[in-house]
C-alpha cells in the first residue's frame, strides 16, 4: 500500500524559511520522479519542484533562487527548503510522486499517479 505524508507547513512572516518533508512507501522510491506542488484557492495546482531519479531538478521561475528541493533515497524521504518566502507562496503544498520521468508543464499534476494530502503554508506579510 503506498503511503505518502508530508510535514512543516505553518504560519511564517514573509522573508521566512520554512522546510518541508515527505516521506513516501510502498513505492520503489529511488526509481521515481518526486514534485512538489501547490494550490491556493481559486488557482490551478502548480508544481514547484521538481527532481528526478538521477536527481535532476526544474523549478517554476515563480520560486527560482529562494526554493530547493533534495531527497535522500535512502530514507525514502523528499524535502523543500523554502527561503525569502512571500505572501503569494500561501497555499497548500503537496508531494506527488510518479514512475520513471517527470512530467511538467500545464496541468502536469494530471499525470502523477500518488499524492499527500498536502500541508498548509501561509506567508504573512
Known amino acids: 500500500q503506498v503511503q505518502v505524508v508530508e510535514s512543516g507547513g505553518g504560519l511564517v512572516q514573509a522573508g521566512g524559511s520554512l522546510r518541508l518533508s515527505c516521506a513516501a512507501s510502498g513505492i520503489t522510491y529511488f526509481s521515481y520522479c518526486m514534485v512538489w506542488f501547490r494550490q491556493s484557492p481559486g488557482k490551478e495546482r502548480e508544481g514547484v519542484a521538481f527532481?528526478?531519479?538521477?536527481?535532476?531538478?526544474t523549478y517554476a521561475d515563480s520560486v527560482k533562487g529562494r526554493f530547493t528541493i533534495s531527497r535522500d533515497n535512502a530514507k525514502n524521504t523528499l524535502y523543500l527548503q523554502m527561503s525569502s518566502l512571500k505572501p503569494e507562496d500561501t497555499a497548500m503544498y503537496y508531494c506527488?510522486?510518479?514512475?520513471?520521468?517527470?512530467?511538467?508543464?500545464?496541468?502536469?499534476?494530471?499525470?502523477?499517479?500518488?499524492w499527500g494530502q498536502g500541508t498548509q503554508v501561509t506567508v504573512s506579510s
Open positions: 506527488a510522486a510518479k514512475p520513471y520521468g517527470c512530467s511538467s508543464g500545464s496541468n502536469a499534476w494530471r499525470f502523477y499517479n500518488f
Open positions: 527532481i528526478d531519479s538521477y536527481g535532476s531538478i
